[in-house]
């Protein structure tokens, strides 16, 4: 009833007709199944819309971060030459954020048991001849764009054209050969300023490990120095931080600030492009990469 609400509300401010909800399921199974996901008929442009939740407890957070990358192919593309297990090349392999294609590979499984895109989108059904998009946001972004990939795949001819519109979908989703084939099937993703989600992989978070040891193989403070350093930036946040709130009034933020900063000595002044792994003695640039099989990318991001 709720989604119905928020459809009819959504086409009322636009002026437009309220799609029609025709199928949903709310069950989620855990890690590695599907989030819940719904189907709707949407006349203004004639498409049957796909639509898949996104993180909103803890097994949607366990799927998001088992990120180890696991064969992917759906259409067909790799040679007999080509990997399919891990390491993958960098460059042509075909490779997916693993649980994500676990919940891809469900919610087809879901579509297909229930027979809803059959009934609308076959042969005589109500929606013959329409467009069929999927759609999602976070972990509903990146099962909407491979499940979008799995439906090209299937052999059923009313999903031959099928194309996803996501939103912040998350960053190590696909591999270089994926990201680019998704630009070339028209494939959208949009991404909200510098929201770190869409640019969060394993890769991403080794290189900010890097920094972070580059920083401190080059500070010249101690460890209580830099506690002080993080109580001062603390108390200067404090009005936006409610715990801090409890301690601190708000005419006390400032002096307070400044009374751990002269204890932490000084403020610090950073250099990233100064640092690089290869200034601190026993690491080196490979260390980043040598546990992960390959790197990941976002949808291409269309303007």
């Not at 199928?23 to 855990?30: C, V």
């Not at 040679?79 to 891809?104: K, W």
């Not at 469900?106 to 809803?116: M, P």
Request: hydrophobic share 45%; proline share 5%.
């Amino acid at each position: 009833r709720s989604r119905r609400r928020a459809l009819a509300d959504a086409a009322e401010l636009f002026g437009l007709e309220p799609p029609e909800l025709i199928w949903a399921t709310w069950e989620n199974r855990g890690a590695g199944t599907a989030p819940p996901l719904a189907v709707s008929l949407d006349p203004e442009t004639r498409t049957v819309v796909v639509a898949v939740r996104g993180t909103m407890d803890m097994k949607d957070c366990i799927a998001d971060v088992i990120a180890t990358p696991v064969f992917f192919d759906p259409l067909g593309m790799a040679g007999a030459e080509e990997s399919r297990q891990a390491p993958f090349n960098d460059d042509i392999g075909l490779y997916a954020h693993h649980t994500m294609v676990r919940c891809a590979e469900d919610a087809l499984k879901r579509l297909l048991h229930a027979g809803v895109l059959d009934d609308v989108l076959g042969t005589g059904g109500r929606a013959s001849g329409w467009g069929l998009v999927t759609v999602g946001h976070s972990l509903g972004a990146g099962v909407a764009c491979l499940l979008a990939l799995l439906l090209r795949g299937s052999g059923k001819a009313y999903a031959a054209n099928a194309r996803c519109v996501v939103f912040e979908p998350p960053g190590g989703l696909l591999s270089k050969r994926l990201s680019a084939l998704t630009g070339e099937l028209d494939f959208v993703a949009a991404v909200c300023a510098n929201d770190w989600i869409s640019r969060l992989s394993v890769r991403t978070v080794q290189e900010l490990r890097e920094r972070i040891l580059d920083q401190l193989s080059s500070c010249d403070r101690s460890k209580w120095q830099l506690a002080m350093l993080m109580l001062a930036r603390l108390a200067k946040i404090g009005r936006n931080v409610p715990v801090v709130r409890l301690f601190l009034c708000c005419c006390w933020g400032r002096p307070v600030a400044h009374l751990f900063e002269r204890m932490g000595g000084g403020p610090l002044k950073f250099d990233f492009a100064a640092a690089s792994p290869t200034h601190r003695k026993g690491f080196s640039v490979a260390r980043s990469v040598v546990s992960l099989p390959g790197s990941y990318q976002c949808l291409r991001v269309r303007r």
